[in-house]
């Protein structure tokens, strides 16, 4: 089974071929050069991206995976969550190929392709992350720039939402914080290099300790780190390269230290053998570190995406298309395929 898969849910126009779960090609042309001078993603400016890329990404994937378009045996695209006018872009370019080809169209949720960027394998058939085996239920913890959340998977597409964040995502949290430190965007793999050089002896709030229930909250870091940054700005403005590092190393700490908070806690009420991460923060390799050590205490595997794979790409979305086309979950009418962007992982997904 020959898949052609499509992802513009934010600021990459990314397209992947993929035979089964075996990746030929994933292309992605990112937009961060375009975003940067805003230090956010601009939704119009992506849009047009997108409009402007997309045949071009499409084209470049098929030909490094060396076939044709008559070839694929399903398509399949990023229906949500993400930015709507984004989304549409891919959406109606693989609705328009599906009906063209006469194929079968499958709409994929771009939380559960971070899922499944755990499942991709080589053109050999080799798991890029050495993965042995999966042991159902295994809690997912998802970390990118729109969205925290710790999911339940109970088997391949069943899910059940444990837990998310009341406000900002832990990525837009590290994007946020960069700009008062005028550090440019996205924030997090800045934070991560400068951390490298720095210690964490600044003392930030742990968000969310107080509380029963399973949910995240980064606003409140957020702000106490603007106040700090304040507090910190004469000191900051004659000595940066000293201050800023430790500032991202105290971040970054604090970070780490609220997700395995939650993490222990779930784990008590769900326990589950292993755990699996996605989503792009999950390229950072003080946190990747971090959660690996703190599980191995508790016995608990980690299962981790090979780096390549973390940030938003086609190929995630279009191991889980395979995995829902084994299934014949397939969209009943195509033409009524449409952007989903508040689409939760435990919707499903009806055209
Ligand atoms: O998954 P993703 O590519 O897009 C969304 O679906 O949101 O994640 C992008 C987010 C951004 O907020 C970016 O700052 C963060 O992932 N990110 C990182 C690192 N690389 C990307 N955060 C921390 N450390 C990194 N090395
Ligand atoms: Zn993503």
Not at 21 to 42: A, E, F, P, T, Y
Not at 82 to 107: D, F, M, S, T
Not at 212 to 228: E, H, I, M, P, Q
């Amino acid at each position: 089974m020959k898949i052609l898969a499509v992802d513009t849910s934010c600021d990459e126009t990314s397209a992947s071929v993929c035979e089964e779960d075996r990746v030929l090609s994933n292309v992605i042309s990112s937009q961060i050069d375009l975003h940067s001078k805003w230090r956010g993603v601009v939704p119009i400016i992506a849009k047009r991206a997108h409009q402007e890329r997309i045949d071009y990404v499409i084209e470049k994937s098929l030909k490094k995976a060396g076939i044709y378009v008559k070839e694929i045996d399903v398509f399949s695209v990023t229906v949500g969550p993400g930015l709507a006018i984004a989304l549409e872009v891919g959406i109606k370019k693989i609705k328009r190929l599906a009906l063209e080809n006469k194929k079968p169209l499958v709409a994929v949720n771009h939380m559960e392709g971070h899922i499944y960027s755990n499942f991709i394998r080589n053109r050999n058939g080799k798991y890029y992350n050495n993965l042995k085996k999966i042991k159902f239920p295994v809690l997912c913890l998802l970390i990118s720039g729109g969205h925290t959340e710790i999911v339940l998977m109970e088997d391949h597409g069943k899910y059940k939402l444990i837990g998310e964040t009341l406000d900002d995502a832990v990525g837009e949290a590290f994007d946020k914080i960069a700009r008062p430190l005028m550090l440019g965007y996205p924030g997090g793999p800045i934070i991560e290099e400068l951390a490298k050089s720095g210690k964490p002896v600044y003392k930030l709030p742990i968000p969310m300790q107080r509380r029963n229930d399973y949910n995240f909250s980064y606003s409140g870091l957020k702000t106490a780190c603007v106040v700090k940054i304040q507090e910190l700005r004469k000191e900051l403005d004659e000595n940066f390269p000293k201050i800023v590092p430790d500032f991202c190393a105290s971040f970054q700490k604090t970070i780490c230290e609220s997700l395995i908070y939650k993490i222990k806690k779930v784990l008590k009420n769900y326990p589950t053998e292993q755990i699996l991460i996605g989503g792009g923060v999950i390229r950072n390799n003080y946190i990747r570190k971090f959660i690996k050590s703190e599980m191995k205490k508790n016995e608990i595997e980690v299962i981790i995406p090979n780096k390549k794979f973390c940030t938003d790409n086609a190929a995630m979305i279009g191991v889980c298309a395979f995995y829902k086309a084994k299934k014949k979950d397939y969209v009943k009418d195509i033409n009524k395929v449409d952007r989903l962007p508040d689409l939760k992982i435990d919707e499903k997904i009806n055209f």
